[in-house]
């Protein structure tokens, strides 16, 4: 397959704007950082833009009441609560990089790649072929 000089320019700019947005992508999910609190306000947790555990706070007062259960639910669901937020704020960040409308719904993990994909059939295929 013979490829123009002027495709071939036209690609490599593609690229390289790929390259560019997927890099502004990762470093605002790196800066993401959502705290929550849990119902009784005894847990605290933050989380990052990937929805992984940075800071887990527990106030003192749990050891009022030692029940191991109910603090490990409050903790997980707390932890769930922040992670959530973090994809919401993931899925807006990775909006606006694939060009998403408002009321799209958007997968921060797998949009970016599946719309390249995409705008290149032939290109996928010949990956799956490979």
Do not use: C, H, K
């Amino acid at each position: 397959m013979d490829i123009s000089v002027g495709e071939l320019t036209t690609r490599l700019a593609e690229y390289s704007r790929l390259t560019e947005d997927l890099l502004a992508m990762r470093e605002g999910m790196d800066r993401i950082r959502i705290t929550a609190y849990s119902a009784d306000e005894l847990v605290t947790v933050t989380v990052g833009g990937r929805g992984e555990l940075i800071n887990l706070e527990l106030d003192p007062r749990i050891y009022r009441e030692p029940d191991a259960t109910a603090l490990a639910e409050s903790i997980a669901a707390t932890i769930r609560d922040a992670a959530e937020a973090a994809a919401q704020d993931a899925a807006q960040i990775a909006g606006r990089v694939i060009g998403a409308g408002p009321d799209d719904e958007v997968d921060p993990w797998f949009d970016p790649a599946l719309r390249l994909l995409d705008s290149e059939p032939e290109r996928s295929q010949r990956l799956w072929r490979e």
